[in-house]
């Protein structure tokens, strides 16, 4: 157990469903947050026995199909008791040295918020080529500062109710810790093609807005000359329009990535991702064509319907 004095004044938020496979590892790792709140979608396993079982307290939220998701709206509603809050998905795992990092930061921090960066583990092996690594994401910052921009995407069906790969939107400027957090799910295969699965519907019609030009407000934005995951989000902005996506998306991170030098779990890595931008063009095609259904049935629009431009809750 780890006592109360070695505790760090952090409250940790971990959105779940179905995790029983991978929580119990998430909450050993998040073990000396101060308080810890496990935001569950009704989940048919053991999530909320296990989060119980660690002394976490379980939320349900019920998502109405409109903005916001649930991360934004723990983030608006839930009590914490700490000025900071650490997001962490139930795949990951925060370190003992990224977790003295943190008591470090927070304790004489000239910033309000801090990135983290993601070691990505498949089939064994960590996957530190291909553009997985470094992989920045703002996770510990203020919690009545911070928010997840939208990208008008939360009327998408079947992308669930969480935010896929949103951006947290911090008015000042953030930090960067050194040592890493791990992401390594204990599912398999079937679950990442699952998970990838609704993530495409997410993802072509973030490449539809982006082909469209819908407005930025509410996002990041796309800044080639700004942090890191601004730039990444400007070079999507150019990605979105080139043909070929899914060899482009193999020859990328397989060869001038050096995604080969990962062994077999890097090939399968790329290949994987060359047939997720597949499926993502073939639902953006849908999109465009069939509004957003298999086939065009009579007196259907062609057009996928329009979704308001919503601003994220302050």
């Given at each position: 157990?780890?006592?109360t ?11 779940a469903k ?5 929580l119990?590892?998430c909450?050993?790792?998040v073990?000396r947050a101060d308080?810890v709140?496990?935001v569950?979608s ?8 296990i ?5 976490a307290k ?6 109405n ?9 723990s ?7 700490n ?6 998905d139930?795949?990951?795992r ?6 003295d990092?943190?008591a470090?930061?927070?304790?004489n921090?000239?910033?309000?918020g801090?990135y983290?960066n993601r070691?990505?583990?498949f ?6 080529h291909g ?6 994401n703002l ?7 911070g ?8 009327a998408?069906?079947?992308t669930g109710?969480?935010e896929v790969?949103?951006?947290v ?21 079937y679950?990442?093609?699952?998970r990838?699965?609704r ?7 973030v490449?539809?807005?982006l082909?469209t ?7 990041i ?11 990444k989000?400007f070079l999507?902005?150019?990605?979105v ?9 193999f020859i990328?991170f397989?060869?001038i990535?050096?995604g080969?030098?990962?062994?077999r779990a ?6 994987l991702?060359s ?5 993502i063009?073939?639902?953006?095609y849908?999109?465009?064509?069939c509004g957003g259904?298999?086939?065009?049935t ?8 329009a979704i ?7």
């Amino acid at each position: 157990m780890t006592s109360t004095s070695d505790k760090v004044s952090v409250s940790v938020l971990i959105p779940a469903k179905n995790e029983e496979a991978n929580l119990t590892a998430c909450l050993t790792s998040v073990a000396r947050a101060d308080e810890v709140f496990v935001v569950d979608s009704q989940s048919e396993d053991r999530t909320c026995e296990i989060a119980q079982s660690y002394g976490a307290k379980v939320v349900q939220f019920h998502f109405n199909g409109s903005w916001p998701k649930k991360k934004n709206w723990s983030l608006e509603n839930l009590p914490f008791r700490n000025e900071w809050v650490l997001i962490v998905d139930c795949d990951e795992r925060i370190t003992p040295e990224l977790w003295d990092e943190i008591a470090s930061a927070i304790a004489n921090s000239e910033f309000d918020g801090y990135y983290l960066n993601r070691r990505v583990f498949f089939l064994g092996t960590w996957i530190r080529h291909g553009g997985k690594y470094p992989d920045w994401n703002l996770r510990l910052f203020k919690h009545a500062k911070g928010r997840y921009e939208n990208l008008s995407t939360e009327a998408v069906p079947n992308t669930g109710d969480n935010e896929v790969h949103e951006h947290v939107i911090l008015p000042t400027a953030a930090g960067y810790l050194k040592n890493d957090m791990l992401h390594e799910d204990f599912r398999d295969i079937y679950h990442w093609l699952a998970r990838h699965n609704r993530y495409s519907n997410w993802e072509a019609r973030v490449y539809y807005n982006l082909l469209t030009g819908r407005g930025e407000n509410g996002t990041i934005g796309a800044n080639l000359f700004g942090d890191a995951v601004q730039r990444k989000r400007f070079l999507k902005t150019m990605w979105v329009r080139l043909p070929f996506k899914p060899l482009l998306r193999f020859i990328l991170f397989y060869f001038i990535q050096l995604g080969f030098l990962d062994g077999r779990a890097g090939y399968m890595y790329a290949r994987l991702l060359s047939q997720y931008e597949y499926q993502i063009g073939a639902k953006l095609y849908e999109l465009r064509n069939c509004g957003g259904q298999l086939n065009v049935t009579p007196n259907k629009p062609t057009r996928p319907p329009a979704i308001p431009q919503l601003e994220s809750s302050r």
